[in-house]
């Protein structure tokens, strides 16, 4: 089996995304749900007509019918209990779309026999999220010991003399005790959040490198695929119009970077035209001239410092200066030697012999 050496292409994560396997970082979203839903229980939630109903209930027994009671607790679920799931929920379900760029796993209903396979199983216990995972807990642990130690510090006086005070104070203390316990705690696990994070990361990324094979087989069905090529034909074609497609043709090159920058070269000596930009665009419409090109037989060449060096400095029809124009006049030199010995391809990589 050969190495993993080549990192996941797009296609290949974008896969991954739809079975579940994107990087998502659970510590994360549970600690917020839990942070979320514990403050909105705490400073939003009002409780007073909660414990009102129950006073009354133990008080006065009989005095309650069936129907006043489910309508009761219905109007306490509604109040109470639906803004708690539907805050936990969001608070959830926001960052995990987030974390997965808004790609919903639409194959991770399938049964997966793997995950029963024992095989699978042994070797899970093995791997290195498994360590990373027990790491994690030992620290979790240290963690909620030290914020224990310094709780009892900050607040353990005012534990002790709340036996002398009434039961409305208690809870009230409590709740607010309860508060800075889980404020603290989770100030001092940010550090773990992050290392494990960025752990959860390079993990991700491991599991999803790829063979050079792999990548090859990739990108040749990409680009084979007929109804893709079908597709970026008609982009193309849209995207030029009759003049830009004259001016791609009477190019003495094309200089792309190589999928997001296109700056057309025009030199005609004959007639004292020093090299000019003759076509300068980027992105969807950088594809389309790189496309035209290859196919008119205007020669594209690959040298990303200056195509973009010369996308950004020059105005279309502006003539070359200084360096640029002798890295220029470099590469129309080199095509017309490769030109003579009968070497040139529809897009080549630049190479400086000197």
Same mark, same amino acid.
């Given at each position: 089996?050969?190495? =993993?050496?080549?990192?996941?292409? /797009? !296609?290949? %994560?974008?896969?991954?995304?739809?079975?579940? /396997?994107? #990087? !998502?970082? =659970?510590?994360?979203?549970?600690?917020?749900? @839990?942070?979320?839903?514990?403050? @909105? %229980? +705490?400073? /939003?939630?009002?409780?007073?007509? +909660?414990?009102?109903? @129950? /006073?009354? *209930? %133990? *008080?006065?027994?009989?005095?309650?019918?069936? !129907?006043? @009671?489910?309508?009761?607790?219905? !109007? *306490? +679920?509604?109040?109470?209990?639906?803004?708690?799931?539907?805050?936990? #929920?969001?608070?959830?379900?926001?960052?995990?779309? #987030?974390?997965?760029? #808004? =790609?919903?796993?639409?194959?991770?209903? =399938?049964l997966d026999l793997n995950h029963i396979n024992p095989i699978s199983g042994f070797k899970k216990i093995f791997s290195i999220r498994t360590v990373k995972d027990f790491l994690k807990t030992l620290l979790f642990i240290v963690i909620f010991l030290v914020t224990c130690y310094v709780f009892i510090i900050l607040h353990g006086s005012e534990i002790f003399i709340l036996y002398r005070t009434n039961l409305n104070i208690i809870i009230d203390k409590w709740c607010s005790l309860v508060i800075s316990f889980i404020f603290v705690f989770f100030i001092l696990s940010i550090p773990i959040l992050i290392l494990n994070i960025i752990a959860d990361f390079f993990i991700f990324m491991k599991d999803m490198m790829m063979e050079k094979h792999e990548v090859k087989q990739e990108n040749k069905n990409m680009e084979g695929d007929p109804e893709i090529k079908s597709t970026r034909r008609q982009l193309h074609q849209e995207l030029l119009d009759e003049p830009m497609k004259k001016v791609i043709r009477d190019s003495s090159a094309v200089i792309v970077n190589p999928t997001h920058v296109a700056v057309g070269i025009y030199f005609d000596p004959e007639n004292g035209i020093m090299p000019l930009v003759s076509l300068s665009c980027i992105n969807d419409k950088a594809l389309a001239v790189k496309a035209y090109a290859k196919k008119v037989g205007t020669p594209v060449i690959r040298y990303p410092e200056l195509a973009r060096k010369i996308y950004h400095k020059y105005h279309l029809f502006e003539v070359m200066i200084d360096q640029d124009l002798l890295d220029v006049m470099d590469i129309l030199i080199w095509l017309k030697r490769i030109e003579i010995d009968g070497l040139l391809r529809e897009e080549m990589d630049y190479i400086n012999h000197q």
């Open positions: 089996m050969a190495e =993993k050496t080549e990192k996941p292409t /797009q !296609k290949k %994560l974008d896969d991954s995304a739809k079975k579940g /396997q994107s #990087f !998502k970082s =659970k510590e994360l979203t549970s600690g917020l749900v @839990y942070l979320i839903g514990i403050m @909105y %229980l +705490f400073h /939003q939630v009002n409780l007073d007509e +909660f414990s009102h109903f @129950y /006073q009354s *209930l %133990l *008080l006065h027994p009989t005095n309650i019918t069936l !129907k006043s @009671y489910v309508n009761v607790i219905s !109007k *306490l +679920f509604f109040d109470i209990i639906l803004p708690i799931l539907a805050v936990t #929920f969001l608070s959830g379900a926001i960052p995990s779309l #987030f974390e997965s760029r #808004f =790609k919903l796993a639409t194959e991770a209903i =399938k």
